[in-house]
């Protein structure tokens, strides 16, 4: 995308009451545009009355109207200077304040509808399907939703208002000239439109690429470094982390390198602009010495000077704004392109149900039914034709060899996935009627479960606010899931903060923080990833104790990747390359599946 196409879509996720205001604006800056003109006459005038008063020479012609059209032609000379020279003041001191406080609405107008895109792009991200947020780079994700959303609102949209802002000024400063003096209006014309047509063609591309530079090199940094820490322990055995921090070095380079030429060359333009001016002023002073007399001579000197100390700081604030408008266009770009993609996505939104503390249900009656899926960038079906029921109040298992479907499966009786053929009902209900309708009502246990920054009772009571956490039910749970020792051992108990202690965490000890967090809503339904997979022999004895006594109150459903913690299911659906190939007991199973006999053997269960 071209910045100005950037520009274009930046402005279409505004409301047409947001962009009337823009809109509105653009006229006050018109306005503001109007002072400073008068303001500029005034210093013509005062230039003709001090040469006037010093030396006696008449005044020009268009100052003696102008002061006479104000009224104040009558004053004596020293009294018209005091007079001018006040208003003068005061004009250009009002303009400056305006300008400030209206720079500061419209930094604040775009900084609220930057929070406003960032949270509605958050909430499509976590309101879509699983499926299309698997496919995306994470950190790209991340960039989208906050950097790249800046970059559009202030960056973009922003900037260009600034420039449109200071070009209409400049238009009306060259317009007054005119009124005053067209030669000196012709020759400040050409000169400031050299100069800044110049410098702003020199570096306009140059901008462009650097910015987008600086946003892929940023995000690749990101990935890099998220892979070193999550893979610490793996770099570390192999000891590569020099190639790590290498490959980190070099994207960092280009990315930091961007963002300083970026910054430099924002000085390009005012570096031009003092050079230019000190020429022009030169030039004019030369041209006034030769052709004039002091007064119209000084007249015309003032006029330039006082226009070149608004139009220099004008130009130099268009050339920065249209620099970094450019600049912003590759960080905002991400954003733009992310919200495309969301909005081409061909798979069905996940809705955000209003939330329950607690849920009170009975247990649940699990019915799937001729159910098949394929991802939609896939062509092969990862399930195909599974029908299985299971009891309320049963504990059951899902088992299989690696990429059999078993956790797929899960995924779409939680409501992640929609089936692409078949159903899923809960006591009758579609499952995911009854997720939105029954918040809390399914409690999940991942594999490798994920702590947030926060204490015990803000991981286990996930998204609750605290004021409506139920201490007693922490420790209810806490129990269950056999922390109560690790809480103990805390510094600050149920209040330590685990940003500082979750990488200390062993991974059992995270399985069972996320246990009591399953455990918490009192569920209908509980689904364990082999969630005592990395417990110790003896506190996966005390859990999956904890997790039997639970039957009867509540459907349990494990995802088995070892078959020693399933021995005591009420009934294991054994999957084979997303078919359902056989059901029943351990025992049942054993002897009439020759697949699952295999599974046993290897595991040396018999």
């Known amino acids: 995308m071209t910045p100005f196409e950037v520009l274009k879509a930046g402005l279409r ?35 003709s009355l001090g040469a006037t008063y010093v030396s006696g020479f008449a005044l020009p012609e268009s100052i003696r109207r102008v002061i006479e059209n104000l009224g104040l032609g009558d004053l004596p000379t020293q009294q018209l200077l005091v007079v001018i020279a006040m208003a003068t003041g005061f004009l250009f001191v009002f303009r400056s304040a305006a300008t400030l406080i209206l720079t500061r609405r419209i930094a604040l107008f775009l900084a609220n509808r930057q929070t406003r895109i960032s949270v ?4 499509k991200i976590s309101t879509t399907s699983y499926a299309w947020l698997k496919r995306r780079d994470l950190n790209e994700v991340i960039y989208a939703t906050t950097d790249g959303v800046l970059s559009l609102m202030l960056g973009v949209i922003g900037n ?12 009306l400063i060259l317009i007054g000239l005119i009124i005053v003096d067209p030669g000196t209006a012709l020759v400040t014309l050409i000169f400031f439109s050299l100069l800044g047509v110049g410098s702003y063609r020199l570096v306009r591309s140059y901008a462009t690429r650097l910015g987008h530079e600086s946003a892929k090199f940023s995000i690749h940094g990101r990935n890099q470094i998220s892979s070193m820490l999550l893979a610490y322990k793996e770099i570390y055995a192999f000891q590569r982390q020099q190639k790590f921090l290498d490959d980190f070095v070099s994207t960092r380079q280009v990315a930091t390198q961007a963002q300083g030429k970026a910054t430099w060359l924002q000085q390009v333009p005012k570096a031009s602009a003092e050079v230019g001016l000190v020429i022009g002023g030169a030039g004019l002073i030369g041209l006034q010495a030769w052709q004039s007399d002091a007064a119209t001579g000084l007249s015309t000197l003032l006029v330039f000077l006082a226009a070149a100390s608004r139009l220099t ?79 309320p109040g049963s504990f059951v298992a899902l088992a299989g060899s690696s990429g059999s479907g078993k956790t797929t ?80 051992s805390m510094p600050d108990g149920l209040h330590t903060d685990l940003s500082n202690f979750g990488s200390r965490l062993s ?28 417990l110790d022999g003896r506190t996966e004895f005390e859990v999956t104790r904890a997790i039997l006594g639970l039957r009867n109150t509540l459907t349990i459903i494990v995802i088995a990747h070892r078959l020693a913690s399933i021995k005591e299911a009420d009934k294991i659906f054994f999957l084979d390359k997303g078919r359902l190939i056989a059901s029943g007991d351990f025992k049942t199973l054993r002897e009439n599946s020759k697949e699952f006999q295999e599974q046993v053997s290897y595991m040396n269960l018999d």
């Open 507 to 534: 991974g059992g000890e995270k399985q069972r923080l996320a246990l009591a967090r399953a455990l918490y809503t009192s569920p209908s339904l509980l689904i364990i990833d082999e969630g005592t997979s990395a």
């Open 13 to 47: 996720l505004l409301n047409p009451r947001e962009r009337a205001y823009l809109g509105v604006v653009v006229v006050i800056q018109i306005f503001i545009g109007l002072i400073d003109l008068v303001a500029l006459a005034f210093v013509a005038a005062l230039g």
């Open 120 to 123: 509605e792009l958050a909430k």
């Open 313 to 391: 700081p004008s130009l130099l604030r268009i050339q920065t704004s249209f620099l970094s408008y450019r600049n912003s266009s590759g960080g905002a770009e991400i954003t733009l392109r992310t919200m495309a993609a969301l909005e081409k996505a061909d798979t069905e939104p996940v809705e955000i149900a209003e939330g329950a503390s607690r849920s009170e249900y009975n247990s649940l009656e699990v019915e799937v039914s001729n159910l098949s899926f394929k991802y939609p960038d896939g062509n092969d079906e990862v399930l195909s034709s599974i029908t299985l029921n299971i009891d």
């Open 409 to 488: 499966l899960a995924d779409i009786l939680i409501g992640i996935y929609a089936g692409s053929t078949g159903s899923v009902r809960f006591n009758g209900t579609p499952n995911r009627e009854w997720v939105k309708a029954n918040p809390g009502g399914i409690g999940y246990v991942p594999q490798s479960p994920y702590i947030l920054g926060g204490d015990f009772i803000t991981n286990i009571a996930l998204g609750i606010p605290e004021e409506e956490v139920d201490l007693k039910r922490i420790d209810e749970v806490i129990a269950k899931a056999q922390l109560t020792d690790l809480v103990r």
């Open 160 to 171: 260009f208002m600034n420039v449109l802002g200071e070009a209409f000024f400049l238009i």
